[in-house]
């Protein structure tokens, strides 16, 4: 609103909020945000979307059968967890989704170093690697059974395939985009090419390599229903495929909650790791 009480008649804008005015810088491309503010919209995020889910099944709009509440759904959590051994499942998952991962870890990481520091590997392997990745792992889940059967093996392969191929590709991008002007300055200061790559390029590529394998993790726990469909007897997957069959919808999300609640908790270890080893990044 204009305002015409200046000495000179020239119109002037009133002031705006402060509140307003923060508002608005929230939504400036990389707008800085201070430790509390993200905590607290993220908090308020979450807190929207229950209380949405809250209202719409306790109104009535969305039958229970296809959509429970979350208080049902927590409830249906809370026995599963204490009362029907549900933990149990929960181990064995774990078990299968960071020992397909850690496999993944293994093996990608030297592998992407090397596409990424070296032509000769990317012209080798690279194209191999871009080609597989779009290949769903789920189309894999027939022959992994043909070669490893339907014992713990086949689950942890499924696995290792769903992360293998976009964790390569993560960290060769990361070793790529180290710096010439850093391994210039090292040669010019008679570094040979061995420490140059071990001196030099590993220790650039460490920090976000680690942070790649939090990404990764997050997929991996995205793979493990999948991997569990077939020949299992205990698994989170298995335990969400036999609530679908009893059409036990409040089973079958409080399973997929579980799924997405240890997802953030493997995040999170990560994200503490990261900040415990890489304090000058944070």
């Not at 149990?88 to 020992?99: E, N, T």
């Not at 790649?212 to 997957?237: F, N």
Request: proline share 6%.
């Amino acid at each position: 609103m204009l305002s015409m009480d200046n000495y000179n008649g020239a119109p002037q804008r009133r002031p705006t909020h402060p509140a307003i005015r923060r508002f608005r810088s929230y939504l400036r491309p990389r707008a800085a945000l201070s430790a509390r503010e993200r905590l607290t919209i993220s908090t308020l995020g979450v807190v929207m979307f229950f209380t949405i889910w809250l209202l719409v099944t306790e109104a009535g709009w969305i039958q229970p059968f296809f959509l429970p509440s979350p208080l049902a759904v927590a409830r249906r959590l809370f026995e599963m967890v204490f009362f029907e051994g549900y933990l149990f499942d929960v181990w064995a998952s774990a078990c299968r989704v960071f020992g397909g991962f850690l496999i993944a870890a293994v093996v990608a990481i030297p592998i992407g170093i090397l596409i990424g520091n070296f032509p000769f590997f990317r012209s080798l392997i690279e194209p191999l690697l871009s080609t597989a990745r779009y290949l769903p792992a789920t189309a894999f889940v027939p022959l992994m059974i043909i070669w490893l059967g339907i014992n713990e093996s086949q689950k942890i392969a499924v696995i290792f395939i769903g992360t293998f191929f976009p964790l390569a590709l993560f960290i060769a991008s990361i070793s790529e985009g180290v710096s010439s002007d850093l391994m210039n300055s090292a040669y010019s200061l008679g570094a040979s090419s061995r420490q140059v790559f071990f001196k030099v390029l590993l220790p650039a590529c460490i920090p976000s390599i680690v942070d790649s394998l939090r990404i990764t993790a997050g997929i991996a726990w995205t793979y493990v229903i999948v991997a569990e469909l077939v020949g299992a007897d205990s698994g989170m997957g298995i335990a969400i495929l036999q609530s679908q069959r009893f059409l036990l919808t409040d089973q079958v999300i409080a399973g997929i909650v579980a799924v997405g609640i240890l997802g953030i908790l493997t995040d999170l270890v990560f994200r503490f790791a990261h900040a415990k080893l890489f304090p000058y990044l944070h």
